[in-house]
């Protein structure tokens, strides 16, 4: 079965505490993509990935990192996690085109205290 | 920049009610639009989407539009279940590398 497989569903930790949330996607998509999910505000991507080692900044990366060394696996690393930082987090990959679409992992609800 | 503005939920219907969320767009070049679908405690997931203007993409009795003319695309269903009871995202894509950008969702509640 096509899937995005994300990795914890639930996570609360505290603040400063280095955390990963792992993606990974069966399908050999080659772009991968990481958003965060926030009342009001819709997704907002934080990273994306074009291929192996190939990865940059999306709209809001301050306070992530991520690392792209296979195809299937695009983790998001949080160094030292803030408050501001407590959200809803969504992996997601497609193929390389602007009418693809996009596959989604069930989301990583994250809390930081 | 490109952007998606869809109207502010939460939507609540009866059932068998005709549904329209709207979403209209501001984008350089012609992207490609999508509606998502977001059901409590999932991902999201592809519902439609249309590639060229005047193009319809339909599924499961959802259909809409693409209208390069009013850079709309709203999503209509003729009448809904409670089964339809879920957080609706219009997106668009293709206009600067490979990224999609999302409206803000629209939550749709159904009553039996």
């Known amino acids: 079965e096509a899937q995005v497989t994300q990795n914890p569903r639930y996570l609360i930790t505290v603040t400063g505490k280095k955390l990963t949330v792992t993606c990974s996607q069966n399908?050999?998509?080659?772009?991968m993509s990481w958003y965060r999910q926030d009342p009001g505000l819709g997704l907002r991507q934080i990273y994306y990935?074009?291929?192996?080692?190939?990865?940059d900044k999306g709209d809001v990366p301050e306070g992530y990192k991520v690392s792209r060394k296979e195809k299937r696996n695009f983790p998001l690393i949080l160094e030292s996690p803030s408050p501001n930082q407590t959200s809803l987090y969504f992996c997601?990959?497609?193929?390389?085109?602007?009418?693809?679409?996009?596959?989604f992992g069930q989301g990583t609800r994250l809390t930081v205290v | 920049g490109d952007s998606v503005t869809q109207m502010e939920g939460p939507v609540t219907l009866s059932e068998e009610a005709f549904l329209t969320i709207n979403c209209t767009y501001t984008?350089?070049?012609?992207?490609?639009l999508f509606w998502y679908v977001q059901y409590p405690g999932e991902g999201l997931q592809l519902l439609l989407k249309?590639?060229?203007?005047?193009d319809k993409g339909s599924n499961k009795g959802f259909e809409a539009t693409y209208r390069k003319e009013t850079t709309s695309f709203h999503l209509e269903k003729g009448s809904v279940q409670v089964s339809d009871s879920a957080v609706y995202f219009c997106?668009?894509?293709?206009?600067?590398?490979?990224?999609?950008?999302f409206g803000a969702g629209t939550r749709l509640f159904v009553k039996a």
């Open positions: 997601a990959s497609s193929l390389l085109g602007s009418d693809t679409e996009a596959f």
């Open positions: 399908m050999n998509h080659e772009y």
């Open positions: 990935s074009m291929n192996v080692e190939v990865t």
């Open positions: 984008a350089t070049g012609y992207p490609s």
């Open positions: 249309a590639t060229k203007a005047d």
């Open positions: 997106a668009l894509s293709g206009t600067g590398g490979f990224k999609t950008i």
